[in-house]
């Protein structure tokens, strides 16, 4: 059973350490055993095997707590990106149907957004008794479900089963080495793919210590590696902070030199940073590929050459391929688009079979993103199909989340929201908008920010505006975004 491989560090490695945080450290042992009480508490709750658990917990002990005594109660974790707004909230709440809401505080907001999607809210913290039992579920069960943006309306859940998860990750952490003599300094969220799936379940399968860290904060990075923390992961916005820091810093960088691996995910890696942090601590950064419909699916090899600006081979148990768009196979060098199959796949979108089927050609899943294949073997990302997904600092953004709520200005007629590159965030959001009257742009900015802020999360605030007579068609009336990345944006 793949599922059990999750629980294997208890029965083995009881005290061994698993997690520290903010100095403290947790074994797999005391793991297991705040788990089994959580569990125990959903069970006396009546949460069912299947029950859907909505988590907005922050980094800390009880989110992996959380987490696996969901899986040993067979409730299906549905994680909250803390940083969201209640509309996002919300959404998940009622599409996920989520039984109940746990947080950490009893946080007047989360309260409102529980009752208004008819949810119980617990906060954590409670004085916990029973004992729970670890239910049988079946590989194929959902284990996780991962909320993320699409290019129409608001986001789906990403059903992800026991064995997607657990094929997936060992495969990758295998490839990379993850060992028991590792120590994973782990500062991404641990609400998406990345930090959630190759950091924690990476740590279960493979009997990693990690150390957790709420923020990405380069000095505390580069002190813990100096400490004996032999790997770091992070999004490219991370490396570009990390690589203002050692390049100031010649003590940092040569702490980062300590480390066996560093590797980089969720959007591009401009191989210009690439070679600064080369230069820097003497380390190529490992760049791999991924997607919370198919967790990771492409890495540069671990031995062998990790190329920049490419994201390598299939991981094992993953094939992939590239189709043009008339539907043929393309050859080295073709662009086209990139599809995937094999075992880490999603089981479904929530709830939205027709979806689904749209995602899939056969057992192939089609990405959306845009690649091609080198002779040799190693797939580069060229972009994506669809101007309408923006990624910001390996958050991954539906443009048309934000025209929804922005369109509710009273002075906005038109709206079309751009992903435009940045150096640091990768692509920063930007706004082309028709005005109903005349008005001062930079006034309108801080309006649309303010509106944005009250309903979504932070990050997807608009930074940048330009106002237009019109909006940019082409002969069918369909809004050209890709005229607006080169105009001049008001900040
Ligand atoms: C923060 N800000 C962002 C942002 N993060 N703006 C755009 N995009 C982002 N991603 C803004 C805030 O709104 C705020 O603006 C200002 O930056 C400072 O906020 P902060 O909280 O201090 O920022 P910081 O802690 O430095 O966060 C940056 C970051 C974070 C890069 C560490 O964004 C992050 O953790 N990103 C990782 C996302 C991730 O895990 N993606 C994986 C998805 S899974 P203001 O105006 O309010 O001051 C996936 C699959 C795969 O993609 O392949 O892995
Ligand atoms: P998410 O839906 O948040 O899981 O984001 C998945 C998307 O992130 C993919 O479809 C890609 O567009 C992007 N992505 C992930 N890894 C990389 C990478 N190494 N290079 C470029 N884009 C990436």
Not at 42 to 49: A, E, M, S, V
Not at 193 to 219: A, E, N, Q
Not at 405 to 426: C, M, Q, S, T, Y
């Amino acid at each position: 059973m793949k599922r059990e491989q999750l629980f294997n560090q208890f029965e083995t490695r009881p005290s061994a350490p698993a997690f520290t945080w903010r100095g403290e450290t947790l074994t797999f042992g005391e793991l297991h055993s705040h788990a089994l009480t959580w569990a125990g508490y959903l069970q006396d709750k009546g949460i069912q095997p299947g029950d859907r658990v909505a988590v907005y917990l922050p980094t800390c002990f009880d989110l992996v707590v959380t987490l696996l005594g969901n899986y040993i109660a067979g409730a299906i974790h549905v994680p909250i990106n803390t940083r969201y707004g209640p509309d996002e909230i919300d959404h998940i709440l009622t599409d996920s149907g989520a039984r109940v809401l746990v947080s950490q505080a009893d946080a007047p907001i989360l309260k409102e957004c529980a009752a208004a999607s008819q949810v119980e809210f617990w906060y954590r913290g409670e004085d916990l008794r029973t004992i729970g039992a670890r239910v049988s579920r079946d590989d194929e069960d959902g284990a996780l479900m991962i909320y993320t943006s699409g290019t129409t309306g608001k986001s789906k859940g990403v059903l992800l089963s026991y064995r997607a998860i657990v094929s997936n990750i060992d495969a990758l952490t295998s490839l990379w080495r993850f060992s028991e003599d590792d120590v994973l300094a782990l500062a991404l969220p641990l609400f998406h793919v990345h930090g959630l799936c190759i950091g924690v379940h990476g740590t279960l399968l493979k009997g990693t210590h990690s150390v957790l860290f709420d923020k990405m904060r380069p000095p505390a990075i580069c002190d813990a590696i100096g400490d004996g923390a032999t790997i770091f992961m992070g999004v490219p916005t991370m490396y570009s902070m990390l690589v203002d820091h050692v390049e100031a810093h010649p003590n940092a960088a040569q702490a980062c030199r300590k480390a066996r691996l560093f590797t980089s995910g969720s959007a591009a890696l401009s191989p210009n940073l690439f070679s600064r942090f080369e230069a820097a601590t003497g380390h190529r950064i490992l760049e791999r590929y991924g997607m919370s419909e198919t967790l990771l699916t492409l890495s540069n090899p671990y031995d062998g050459e990790r190329r920049p600006g490419t994201v390598g081979q299939p991981v094992a148990g993953v094939e992939a391929r590239v189709v043009s768009e008339d539907g043929n196979i393309c050859g080295p060098g073709e662009i086209g688009g990139l599809q995937v199959r094999g075992n880490s796949l999603l089981t479904c979108y929530w709830q939205q079979p027709d979806k689904t089927d749209e995602a899939f050609d056969g057992a192939w899943f089609k990405t959306g993103d845009v690649v091609t294949l080198s002779a040799d073997g190693y797939f580069s990302i060229v972009g994506r199909s669809s101007v309408d997904i923006i990624k910001s600092g390996g958050y991954k953004i539906g443009a048309r989340e934000i025209e929804t709520v922005l369109e509710n200005h009273p002075n906005v007629r038109e709206i079309a929201v751009v992903g435009v590159p940045d150096d640091k965030w990768g692509e920063e959001i930007c706004a082309g908008v028709v005005v109903a009257k005349d008005c001062d742009h930079a006034e309108l900015l801080s309006e649309l920010q303010e509106l944005g802020r009250a309903h979504l999360a932070d990050y997807k605030t608009v930074r940048g505006l330009v106002v237009l007579d019109e909006l940019p068609r082409n002969a069918l009336g369909k809004v050209q975004k890709h005229r607006l990345r080169g105009l001049e944006f008001t900040r």
